[in-house]
């Protein structure tokens, strides 16, 4: 019944409500794995699942990731301390010459409600920074955003350095954000396009998973 307070409290964005309930799951003794899946992260899949068929827009997405982030402060050291892992890593970022990262701030909240550990290069973002953080820290996914129809052109750029680096069969390479098209995703050779940031996000747990 708590874990469903806590859903419920996360999808109306209240993060003190959500944090005090989550500290009152630990203190039950409810597994931390539970509190996360069936309390926080199952609460923004309901936003999520909300978010991608217009039924709430970007501030009830915002405000809900950061009540989830409020509730995952508190799980975070207990998750690590029982060994739990995450289910992949993911570095993401907009791409060189793009400032805009409301879009990418979400792709990213939703990928960490879905266990994902997510490595954020922020703005601006150079090719080579995408490839080598996947190289040096592992990442199973490179996620790149751009709004600019004169910047999405980076994202070609980011698979050729990941081949020339001889990483492109170790990680797969989602491309998002306003400008970009499945057809463009095809054409530079990337492996997934998503529309939204909840579908990115289910997206990059399948790869993981297959992986
Ligand atoms: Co800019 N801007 N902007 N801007 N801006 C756009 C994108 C633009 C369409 C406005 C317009 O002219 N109508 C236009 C681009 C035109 C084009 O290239 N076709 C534009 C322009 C031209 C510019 C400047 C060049 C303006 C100037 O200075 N002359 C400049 C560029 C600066 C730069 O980046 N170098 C600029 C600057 C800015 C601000 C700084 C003022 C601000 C950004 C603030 C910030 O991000 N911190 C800004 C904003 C806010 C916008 C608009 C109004 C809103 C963008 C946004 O955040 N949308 C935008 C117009 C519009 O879209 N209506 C516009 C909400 C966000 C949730 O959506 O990012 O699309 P979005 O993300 C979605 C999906 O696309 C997807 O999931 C998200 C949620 O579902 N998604 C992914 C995103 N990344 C993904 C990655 C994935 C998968 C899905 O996998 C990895």
Redesign the pocket.
């Known amino acids: 019944m708590i874990l469903e307070d806590i859903s419920l409290k996360l999808q109306a964005g209240r993060a003190k409500e959500v944090k005090a309930l989550v500290q009152q799951a630990i203190d039950e003794g409810i597994p931390v794995q539970q509190i996360l899946e069936e309390g926080l992260v199952s609460g923004m899949n309901v936003i999520g699942e909300k978010?991608k068929n217009n039924e709430v827009f970007?501030p009830e997405v915002l405000v809900a990731a950061r009540a989830m982030n409020q509730g995952a402060q508190l799980l975070k050291p207990l998750l690590a301390a029982e060994g739990v892992k995450a289910h992949g890593k993911v570095c993401?970022g907009t791409v060189q010459?793009?400032?805009?990262?409301?879009?990418?701030n979400?792709?990213k909240m939703m990928m960490e409600g879905k266990g994902l550990e997510v490595i954020d290069l922020g703005t601006d973002v150079a090719p080579e920074t995408f490839v080598e953080t996947a190289r040096d820290e592992g990442c199973q996914i490179i996620?790149?955003?751009a709004?600019?129809?004169?910047?999405m052109g980076v994202m070609g750029e980011v698979v050729k350095q990941a081949e020339a680096a001889g990483i492109r069969d170790q990680v797969k390479i989602?491309?998002?954000?306003?400008?970009v098209t499945e057809d463009f995703c095809r054409q530079i050779g990337a492996d997934a396009y998503?529309?939204?940031?909840?579908s990115?996000a289910d997206k990059a747990l399948e790869f993981c998973a297959a992986l």
Do not use: E, R, W
């Open positions: 978010f970007v993401i010459g793009d400032l805009h990262d409301i879009g990418k979400l792709v996620a790149c955003s709004l600019l129809t004169t910047t989602m491309v998002g954000g306003a400008p998503t529309p939204d940031a909840a990115a």
